[in-house]
């Protein structure tokens, strides 16, 4: 990741990579984002966080810095009384200045943490060592996929992501919503962030950036079809969406491509939490509406019969599993949990099941 800022740094240092989609006037540019990731780890390794240290929260993961937003800092202040950790508070961008208890961070003091620019490289195993410890409670190492390299000759064949924007509005806090943050910082491309949704910045937004991809959720579909306020905007530079965390129907889909008739793909993927984010994409042009895609690169599945657990053959019903190379590392300190799903063989048992031409229906919520 590192490596990707400091290329778009030195690429293009000036171009704003983060933008407010409530206000333009916040952004954040390649040079910002690469020097204030120095100081952010060097604010945490000052606090003896660092390689092989990242725990779960609070007690239960002896956790040593937090950072939280100031409308949760009461709530999080209460619940931390009695751990030993920081606690760094990063203020709404139009919220009054005031001041913060004792021992309470400021995410601008963090970010006037001199980098350390003289620190050693550290030697990751990317089979072992931890990454991130998402919401569901999972250990990961992740790889971020680029779906989206699969779609750009389809697009344009002259697709430059540096001159292209991506609207985040999914929680960052969900695997879905982090995977399509990271791979816009990785890919140079410009992320328009949305504090929450609001159909009038979700379309002026839209029109503003001339967004041509969107990953999305079925309700925003829905928005899409049948809101009148998507009439006030234009919305033509839309060509692609891919929608997932629940599925989408056919007559939807049809009704999102009729009203917005220059969109050519829209696509469903499947996925969860605990296999990285996605394990089966769509292939364009095959399959448009019914199937959540094919299995993924990398990656294995079999289906199962759950009394016998032997493989069954093509056409039958069975639980589907998955293994590859972004599964999980396991439940953060349930090893009994983790040895319900993950088998001895590093199969993934994702709990849901086939219905029909190896295809997968659904994306799993954990």
């Known amino acids: 990741m590192l490596e990707a800022l400091w290329q778009n740094h030195i690429t293009n240092p000036n171009r704003p990579v983060l933008v407010s989609a409530e206000d333009d006037s916040i952004r954040v540019t390649n040079k910002e984002l690469y020097v204030h990731s120095l100081a952010i780890a060097?604010?945490?390794?000052?606090?003896h966080f660092g390689h092989d240290e990242l725990e779960r929260q609070f007690n239960d993961a002896e956790c040593k810095v937090i950072f939280c937003s100031d409308t949760s800092l009461e709530r999080v202040l209460k619940a931390a009384r009695r751990c030993p950790l920081t606690v760094v508070v990063v203020p709404s961008p139009k919220a009054p200045k005031r001041d913060y208890p004792f021992g309470v961070h400021t995410f601008e003091q963090v970010l006037h943490?001199?980098?350390?620019?003289?620190?050693?490289?550290?030697?990751?195993?990317?089979?072992?060592?931890?990454?991130?410890?998402?919401?569901?409670?999972?250990?990961?190492?992740?790889?971020?996929?680029?779906?989206?390299?699969?779609?750009?000759?389809?697009?344009?064949?002259?697709?430059?992501?540096?001159?292209?924007?991506?609207?985040?509005?999914?929680?960052?806090?969900?695997?879905?919503?982090?995977?399509?943050?990271?791979?816009?910082?990785?890919?140079n491309a410009q992320g328009v962030i949305m504090t929450h949704f609001d159909p009038d910045v979700f379309c002026r937004s839209i029109q503003k950036y001339k967004i041509r991809m969107l990953f999305l959720v079925p309700p925003i579909l829905v928005f899409l079809a049948k809101h009148p306020i998507v009439d006030k905007y234009d919305l033509s530079s839309i060509e692609f969406i891919n929608t997932g965390a629940a599925p989408a129907g056919k007559d939807l889909i049809?009704?999102?491509?009729?009203?917005?008739?220059?969109?050519?793909?829209?696509?469903?993927?499947?996925?969860?939490?605990?296999?990285?984010?996605?394990?089966?994409?769509?292939?364009?042009?095959?399959?448009?509406?019914?199937?959540?895609?094919?299995?993924?690169?990398?990656?294995?599945?079999?289906?199962i019969d759950t009394k016998t657990q032997q493989e069954v053959p093509q056409g039958k019903s069975g639980e589907i599993c998955v293994r590859g190379?972004?599964?999980?590392?396991?439940?953060?300190?349930?090893?009994?949990?983790?040895?319900?799903?993950?088998?001895?063989?590093g199969w993934l048992h994702t709990g849901t099941f086939k219905l029909k031409r190896m295809f997968i229906y659904y994306w799993v919520v954990t």
Not at 42 to 47: G, N, S, W, Y
Not at 265 to 274: A, D, L, N, R, S
Not at 283 to 303: F, P
């Open 42 to 47: 060097a604010f945490l390794e000052k606090r």
């Open 254 to 303: 049809e009704e999102v491509k009729r009203r917005l008739p220059n969109i050519k793909y829209i696509v469903q993927g499947y996925g969860m939490t605990e296999c990285g984010m996605a394990s089966h994409l769509p292939v364009l042009n095959q399959d448009k509406y019914s199937a959540a895609g094919k299995l993924a690169s990398n990656y294995e599945m079999k289906i």
């Open 113 to 187: 943490t001199q980098p350390n620019i003289h620190r050693p490289l550290i030697k990751h195993d990317v089979n072992k060592d931890l990454l991130i410890l998402p919401f569901s409670s999972t250990m990961m190492n992740i790889v971020i996929q680029h779906f989206s390299l699969q779609i750009e000759p389809k697009l344009d064949s002259n697709w430059d992501w540096g001159t292209n924007s991506m609207l985040l509005f999914l929680p960052f806090y969900h695997i879905y919503g982090f995977g399509v943050m990271s791979q816009t910082v990785l890919l």
């Open 325 to 345: 190379p972004t599964i999980m590392m396991g439940y953060f300190k349930r090893p009994e949990a983790t040895a319900e799903t993950i088998d001895s063989e």
